[in-house]
């Protein structure tokens, strides 16, 4: 009991910590709603499913091994999160959009999940971090895999709903730029420092 609340608590901590997720879910809340980001949202959550099937199997470790794939794959997860930032940076009041504004998609939320640096570096600690059923590798990581998800759907919903309190104040055109700018800088800055470690 004791090494599973240790376990719910790492992982509230590593998985609601702002980071790549965590903002770009409270800005798509800020910039689009809670109701407009739901998809978006799905696409993390299933994004942060492959990225742990990835992390506990392996095959991280695996391709992080290759000489030389370290750097590339950095260079990669930063330009597509940069590319995020700047949708988030430039997305229109809420007021002057449409159903066609351009909101994240689930396929958006996907690949920033995948490409997200800080949730690798999360699930390794919490994967190998913790053992919860001694002896049985395979239900030690299946109950690992249940309640991280759970804890980040928890999370997730957390986040796109502080962000979309802030939609109140965004039918303003400069408070809604300031709000989607401070959101996408902070997303840079968020990656920047995971990479940097």
């Known amino acids: 009991m004791e090494g599973l609340i240790g376990f719910i608590v790492a992982g509230l901590a590593l998985v609601g910590s702002p980071g790549p997720n965590t903002l770009s879910l409270a800005a798509?809340?800020?910039?689009?709603?809670?109701?407009?980001?739901?998809?978006?949202?799905?696409?993390l959550v299933a994004g942060m499913a492959i990225v742990m099937a990835i992390t506990a199997s392996g095959v991280a470790g695996l391709l992080l091994?290759?000489?030389?794939a370290a750097p590339v794959l950095a260079v990669i997860a930063?330009?597509?999160?940069?590319?995020?930032?700047?949708?988030?940076?430039?997305?229109?009041p809420i007021t002057e959009q449409g159903d066609s504004g351009r909101r994240p998609s689930f396929v958006t939320g996907v690949t920033i999940s995948l490409t997200n640096p800080?949730?690798?570096?999360?699930?390794?600690a919490?994967?190998?971090?913790?053992?919860?059923?001694g002896g049985r590798a395979a239900a030690d990581g299946a109950i690992k895999f249940?309640?991280?998800?759970?804890?980040?759907?928890?999370?997730?919903?957390?986040?796109?709903?502080?962000?979309?309190?802030?939609?109140?104040?965004?039918?303003?055109p400069s408070v809604?730029?300031?709000?989607?700018?401070?959101?996408?800088?902070l997303l840079v800055v968020s990656v920047a420092y995971a990479l940097f470690l």
């Open 28 to 43: 798509t809340g800020a910039a689009f709603g809670a109701r407009r980001g739901i998809v978006y949202l799905t696409g």
């Open 65 to 68: 091994a290759v000489p030389g």
């Open 78 to 92: 930063a330009a597509y999160i940069a590319y995020l930032a700047y949708r988030i940076a430039t997305a229109p």
């Open 118 to 124: 800080k949730a690798y570096t999360a699930m390794a």
């Open 126 to 133: 919490l994967f190998s971090g913790f053992v919860l059923i």
């Open 146 to 172: 249940v309640i991280i998800l759970t804890l980040i759907v928890i999370v997730n919903i957390a986040w796109l709903c502080i962000g979309s309190t802030l939609n109140r104040w965004t039918a303003n």
């Open 176 to 185: 809604s730029r300031a709000i989607n700018v401070t959101f996408a800088t």
